[in-house]
C-alpha cells in the first residue's frame, strides 16, 4: 500500500523557519515527482512546489518562490520541505502527494499523505 | 480567485443525481489539458476522484464520472449518499501561468 507521512509542522513565529518531511512507502519512490500542497483554514487547496524523481528540477508557486527550498533523498525515501521567513499567510495545513507519471501537462496527485499543519504566529 | 471556477455549494437529496461544474480558460481546459477531480471528506486528505477527465481509480464507484467539453469540466454523482457530503476540486494545468498546477476553488457538496 502507497503511504505518505508528512511530519514537522508546528507553531512558529513570523520571520521563523521549520522544515516538512514526508516519508514514503510503498511505491519505488525515485521514480516518481513529488509536490506540496496546501490548504489555509477553511480555504481551497493551493499547489506549493513539485520536485522531479532525481531531484534536478524543482518548481515553486510565486508566493513562495525564494522563501521555501523543496527537496527529497531518495535513498531515505523522504521529501522535505524547507520554510523560511514564514509569513501570518503561510499558516496552512501541508500535503506531501505523489505525482503521477507524466509531464505537467497532465500530472494528477495520487495518494496524498494526511497532512500536517503550520501556524505562524506571534 | 481561482483561475478554475467552481460553484461554492450544490446540494441534492439521497439518491438524486448532481454535477459539478469546473470552468476554465482558453490556457488551460479549453487548450485541450486535462481535468482531474478530489474529493475531500470533513478532516481528512484530498483523495483522487477522476483523473484524465473521466477516468476514475481503482475503488472509486461508477456513480461518480467526469466529462470535459470546450472550456469547462463536470463531475457527476449519481445515487448520492449521505457519505458524498464533502469538499470537491478539480485540477488543471495552465499553460500561461508560472505555475504548472492549478485547483479550482472547491464546491461543498451538501446531501439533503
Known amino acids: 500500500e502507497v503511504q505518505l507521512l508528512e511530519s514537522g509542522g508546528g507553531l512558529v513565529q513570523p520571520g521563523g523557519s521549520l522544515r516538512l518531511s514526508c516519508a514514503a512507502s510503498?511505491?519505488?519512490?525515485?521514480?516518481?515527482?513529488m509536490s506540496w500542497v496546501r490548504q489555509a483554514p477553511g480555504k481551497g487547496l493551493e499547489w506549493v512546489s513539485g520536485i522531479s524523481d532525481s531531484g534536478g528540477n524543482t518548481y515553486y508557486a510565486d508566493s513562495v518562490k525564494g522563501r521555501f527550498t523543496i527537496s527529497r533523498d531518495n535513498s531515505k525515501n523522504t521529501l522535505y520541505l524547507q520554510m523560511n521567513s514564514l509569513r501570518v499567510e503561510d499558516t496552512a495545513m501541508y500535503y506531501c502527494a505523489k505525482e503521477s507519471v507524466g509531464s505537467w501537462e497532465i500530472n494528477w496527485f495520487d495518494p496524498w499523505g494526511q497532512g500536517t499543519l503550520v501556524t505562524v504566529s506571534s | 480567485q481561482s483561475v478554475l471556477t467552481q460553484p461554492p455549494s450544490v446540494s441534492g437529496a439521497p439518491g438524486q443525481r448532481v454535477t459539478i461544474s469546473c470552468t476554465g480558460s482558453s490556457s488551460n481546459i479549453g487548450a485541450g489539458y486535462d481535468v482531474h477531480w478530489y474529493r475531500q471528506l470533513p478532516g481528512t486528505a484530498p483523495k483522487l476522484l477522476i483523473f484524465?477527465?473521466?477516468n476514475r481509480p481503482s475503488g472509486v464507484p461508477d456513480r461518480f464520472s467526469g466529462s470535459k467539453s470546450g472550456t469547462s469540466a463536470s463531475l457527476a454523482i449519481t445515487g448520492l449518499q449521505a457519505e458524498d457530503e464533502a469538499d470537491y476540486y478539480c485540477?488543471?494545468?495552465?499553460?500561461?501561468?508560472?505555475?504548472?498546477?492549478?485547483f479550482g476553488g472547491g464546491t461543498r457538496l451538501t446531501v439533503l
Open positions: 510503498g511505491f519505488t519512490f525515485s521514480t516518481y515527482g
Open positions: 485540477q488543471s494545468y495552465d499553460s500561461s501561468l508560472s505555475v504548472p498546477v492549478v
Open positions: 484524465g477527465n473521466k
